[in-house]
């Protein structure tokens, strides 16, 4: 286990504390490097990212881990067809950050009066 010397309470004196080990990040990607890795356009991958809530955001600069470029794969993957070629009706569920989209849309909406 890892220590690091820090300020006690009364800040007059440093004590060391036992701190448990920082998991290493995935590979962290510029824009460009993720829009290319997934073959789109530097807008489309912000676009997606933000949507998602599949990336982070450094002052203008946006990144993207292993892990987002996962979630925005995943998220992007063609509905099934039967071999009739229509859509075979299957239960998916919905990315966190497109649920609570859905729940804030659904809730914004004005009745009709009468």
């Known amino acids: ?9 009364n800040m007059s004196t440093f ?5 448990a080990p ?3 990040l995935d ?3 510029t824009t460009d490097e993720a829009a290319e890795r997934l073959r789109v356009t530097r807008r ?3 676009k997606l990212g ?5 990336c982070s955001m450094i002052g203008r600069d946006y990144f993207f881990s292993e892990r987002d470029l996962l979630d925005i794969w995943q998220a992007q993957r063609a509905m099934p067809t ?4 229509r859509a075979v009706k299957v239960k998916s569920l919905l990315p966190d950050a497109r ?3 859905s729940l804030q849309l659904l809730s914004q909406k004005k009745r009709r009066r009468p």
């Open 44 to 46: 489309t991958m912000i």
């Open 99 to 101: 649920l609570r989209q």
């Open 1 to 9: 286990m890892q220590s690091a010397i820090v300020p006690s309470a």
């Open 22 to 24: 920082t998991v290493p």
């Open 50 to 54: 933000r949507y998602l809530g599949s």
């Open 27 to 29: 590979t962290i990607y």
């Open 82 to 85: 039967s071999s009739q070629g």
């Open 15 to 19: 004590e060391e504390v036992a701190m």
